[in-house]
Structure formats: C-alpha cells, structure tokens
C-alpha cells in the first residue's frame, strides 16, 4: 500500500533487495585441527615410552649381564664395553629427547651406532659371535628405532640393512660358513630385525590413524555445532521477523482502515521505523565481512530514501560481533532515525575491543527516549539540549 509521500512504509522501500558484496568462499583447512594433532601426539608419546622401555630393558637386563659374564675371554672386552657405555648414553640422550616432545638428530647417531656395531662384533671375537656378549645382534635395533623415531621407514631398513652386512661380515671372516651357522646368523639377523620393524610402523599408522579419527571427530562435531547454530539463529530470526512484520501490518491495517492519518508525524515515525527494522532484519542475514556496517547502511539508506540527509562516518574496523550485540548497537540508532527531521551525522568508532556508533541530530517536537541505559553488554545514552539529539550506544569487550 502507498501512502501520501511523507510515509516511507512502501513495498519498494521495504523489500527492495540491498546490494550484497562478493564474499571469496573460504577454503577448507589444509591441516587437521589442533585437536587431532593432540590426539596424535598422545598416541605418538605412548609409543615412544613403549620403545624406551624395551631398549632399556634389553640393554640393562639381557646385554648387560652377557657382559660382565663373558668378561676377559672377549677379543677385546674393554671395546665390547665402551660400545655398550656409548649406546647407553646415546639410548640416554635419545630418550629424554623423545619424552620431552622432540626429536634427536638422527644422522650423527646413526653413524655412531654404526661404529659400535662393527666395534662390539670385532671386541667379541669368534668364540663369542653368536653369544648374548655380542650384544649388538638383538639390542642394538631398538636403538636404530630411537635414534630415526618418525623418519621414514626406509632410513630404518637401511640401518638395519648395514647392521645385517657387518654381522654377516664378521660371519664370513671368521670362518663360520657351514650350514648350521648360515642358518643361524640369518635367523639372528631376520628376528632382531622384524619387530623393530613392526614397532616402527605401527606406531606411525597407530598415530596417524589416532590422527585421522580425531580430525573426523572434529569435523563431525564442528558440523554439528553449525548446524544447531543454523537452527537458533533462524528460530530467533523468524520470531524476531513475526515481531517486526507485526508491527508494519499493524500501521498498514489503520491506514487501510483510515484509523491513521499518513500526514500525522507519529504515525509517519511509526511507518518509518518499521520499515527500517524490516529492513535492518533482512540486512542481518547477509554474509559480508562486516556486519554492523552493513546493517547500519541499510538503516542509513533508508532515511535517505524519504528525504533524510545523512552522514556515515566509520573509523576503524569493528570485530566480528555476535547478532545479539549487533542489534543492541543498532537498534537505538534505528528508532532515533525514524525520528530524526531535517539531516542526522551517524558515526561508527571501532576498535578491537570497543565499538561507539553515534547519531546526531537536530531537536525537535516529538518522543523522546529518556532512559540511559547500563545493563547488558551494550550501553544506552540518549540526550538532547534544545539544539541537538544525541544518541549513543557503547559495547566494551569483558
């Protein structure tokens, strides 16, 4: 319905789309979230305590022992000895490293570990070579897996690879070539090495699976968590839409009805602030980088529209604020402009943690909003010196 042209309640100002900006879509993180990466890391520390415990325990219970039983009758038992002194503060060093989050540098162990190796299956000597004094054959693996933790897996066969030639090195030079022995150096060397192996790669699926199952966890919940705010915000939305589109039918029926007269100030500021709310509600669900400019703009424009001129002023950028505040920033401005006759000055100081929207206008005959007020998160100052109106609201970050 069209009223006489004082009354901005009109199908065209109201319902006339805004322009909308191009919004670039966001792409889908890269990454999994920190969450999955937590989980991953508690898989992955669980893991490293796992392999710790069973060098230490091979190195102190098994080697140890073999050791100090086989004494003198090594080939050179003070080298066997240094070589177990040695992995065990490198298996030291490693492990702190490993506790502590990190990782050790792998390239200068793995060259001392294999010294060591060569220099244990040489101190041993040919009487000891498939004896637990040569403790290289089962223990140092779990070193190698230590020393490269969350390398790649190839690195580990290499080692391993390279302690399997030295073993069958020493086999060959000392003469140990029947078949008995063949079978058993390879069977040594297959044994000593297979569940190193195993430990490796398990626990790298287990942490990238533990990973994984997180990420998808997340992604559910987060989707989730969406949609339940999808589905507030458009409850909250078509009650405040029911509201506001009951108040605009309400002016309309008394003008259809003749119980209001358009050229009656009250009744055009009842038409225009219904049509600014209307308004401002449909600017609300616009995606544009930022919202509180926007839906002031629509407000802004639509006093312009019925002859009001006005003055948008911004400075500085406000944050992303909830719809809540949004509105209690807003609405003031909204009935203050509905009111507003001869030109207004809107004004929008923002920072991080504070934003200031202002409207100014010249006084006049008419309603005025005598309440100030302070509870909520937005503050409400309403002012007039016979001159001017003055109207603010405040919102401070807590």
Do not use: C, K
Not at 42 to 70: E, K, M, Q, T, Y
Not at 89 to 114: I, K, N, S
Request: glycine share 8%.
């Amino acid at each position: 319905m069209a009223t006489e042209s004082g009354t901005a309640l009109t199908a065209d100002s109201v319902l006339r789309p805004l322009p909308r900006p191009r919004v670039a879509t966001r792409p889908a993180p890269a990454t999994a979230p920190p969450e999955a990466h937590a989980v991953a890391d508690a898989s992955d520390g669980g893991a490293r305590i796992a392999a710790i415990v069973i060098a230490a325990a091979w190195h102190l219970a098994v080697a140890l022992p073999a050791v100090l039983r086989a004494g003198p009758g090594m080939a050179a038992p003070a080298v066997v000895a240094a070589g177990w002194l040695v992995t065990a503060l490198v298996g030291v060093g490693t492990g702190v490293r490993l506790l502590r989050g990190g990782l050790p540098p792998a390239r200068p162990l793995a060259v001392v570990l294999l010294v060591v190796d060569a220099a244990v299956v040489a101190g041993a000597g040919e009487r000891f070579l498939f004896s637990t004094a040569n403790w290289v054959w089962g223990g140092l693996a779990w070193f190698f897996l230590l020393a490269l933790w969350q390398r790649s897996v190839r690195w580990l066969l290499v080692m391993l690879a390279a302690h399997g030639a030295t073993a069958m090195t020493a086999v060959v030079l000392y003469g140990a070539t029947a078949p008995a022995d063949l079978s058993r150096a390879t069977m040594y060397v297959y044994g000593t090495s297979t569940l190193p192996v195993a430990v490796f790669v398990g626990a790298a699926a287990i942490t990238a699976q533990a990973r994984d199952r997180a990420a998808t966890a997340a992604a559910a919940l987060a989707v989730a968590a969406e949609r339940e705010a999808a589905e507030r915000a458009r409850t909250e939305r078509q009650e405040r839409l029911a509201l506001v589109s009951g108040t605009a039918e309400e002016v309309l029926a008394e003008l259809a009805a003749g119980d209001a007269d358009p050229a009656d100030p009250a009744v055009r500021r009842r038409a225009v602030l219904a049509a600014a709310r209307l308004r401002r509600l449909i600017a609300e669900s616009d995606d544009v980088p930022d919202a509180l400019l926007h839906e002031l703009r629509a407000a802004a424009d639509l006093a312009e529209r019925n002859g009001l001129p006005i003055d948008l002023v911004a400075v500085g950028m406000p944050p992303e604020l909830p719809v809540e505040i949004r509105r209690g920033l807003a609405d003031p401005l909204t009935a203050a402009l509905a009111a507003a006759e001869g030109w207004a000055r809107l004004t929008v100081v923002a920072g991080p943690d504070e934003v200031v929207v202002s409207l100014v206008t010249p006084d006049h005959d008419g309603p005025d909003e005598t309440t100030t007020g302070g509870g909520g998160p937005v503050e409400h100052l309403h002012e007039r010196d016979g001159e001017i109106r003055w109207t603010q609201t405040r919102w401070r970050r807590t």
